[in-house]
């Protein structure tokens, strides 16, 4: 049976912009070997306006062949999320606008 997902959620403020941060989705395997990585999904704390998911890249180690995430569960940082956050930003994020969610990808863990 597959473990429940964390509840993680935090407040921030960027650029004038209240933002709301949650875990949208832990690291996981679908089917075959299709890895998912770890999604946070932010959003304006204050009406809708344009959405931020950022994606975190898969990160498992291979033994025996047979494949384990790691680390199973990283810690989530809430300063590591802000820094994201405002890389999203930079790369053309605009909490302000309206329109279909931006899908930020990074290289990192937030951890």
Do not use: C
């Not at 025996?64 to 999203?88: D, M, N, S, Y």
């Not at 302000?96 to 990192?108: A, I, T």
């Amino acid at each position: 049976m597959p473990r429940a997902k964390r509840s993680i959620q935090s407040e921030v403020t960027i650029d004038g912009f209240h933002l709301i941060w949650n875990l949208h989705r832990e690291q996981l395997m679908p089917s075959g070997d299709d890895w998912t990585g770890m999604a946070i999904h932010v959003k304006v704390a204050e009406g809708v306006r344009r959405e931020l998911y950022l994606e975190y890249p898969v990160y498992y180690k291979e033994q025996r062949g047979v494949k384990f995430t790691e680390p199973p569960r990283p810690t989530i940082l809430a300063a590591k999320v802000e820094a994201h956050i405002r890389q999203a930003m930079a790369a053309g994020y605009d909490p302000g606008s309206r329109g279909k969610p931006f899908v930020h990808e990074l290289d990192e863990l937030p951890s």
